[in-house]
């Protein structure tokens, strides 16, 4: 299973972005697919979290609201839609895929800047 994000890059404070998260090796979506990101010197954090059965989406309280996960069965790619970016939301961006209760495979990550 490869997961490879790409999206990312420098925006303005208030701006949007769009990340994509394409996968491969795999026929089928894990039942859990995520979002997390990393600022240095800070601890990994989850940003949003897609159950794919039910399509039940759950977002930290920092992004709630300004964040959207998604999917595109078709393409095999998961989503995050960026808005209303904070200068607090600068960090590499990493997607995952969850199997047997754990994320287990993870993507190299995309950088998002905001200034």
């Known amino acids: 299973v490869q997961l490879v994000e790409s999206g990312g890059g420098s925006v303005q404070v208030g701006g949007s972005l769009r990340l994509s998260c394409t996968t491969s090796?795999?026929?089928?979506?894990?039942?859990?697919m995520g979002w997390f990101r990393q600022a240095p010197g800070k601890e990994r954090e989850m940003v949003a979290t897609?159950?794919?059965?039910?399509?039940?989406?759950y977002y930290a309280d920092s992004v709630k609201g300004r964040f959207t996960i998604s999917k595109d069965n078709a393409k095999n790619t998961l989503y995050l839609e960026l808005n209303s970016l904070k200068s607090e939301d600068t960090a590499m961006y990493f997607c995952?895929?969850?199997?047997?209760?754990?994320?287990?495979?993870w993507g190299q990550g995309t950088q998002v800047t905001v200034s």
């Open positions: 090796g795999s026929t089928q979506w894990s039942y859990c």
């Open positions: 995952a895929r969850a199997e047997v209760g754990a994320y287990r495979y």
């Open positions: 897609l159950y794919t059965g039910s399509n039940s989406a």
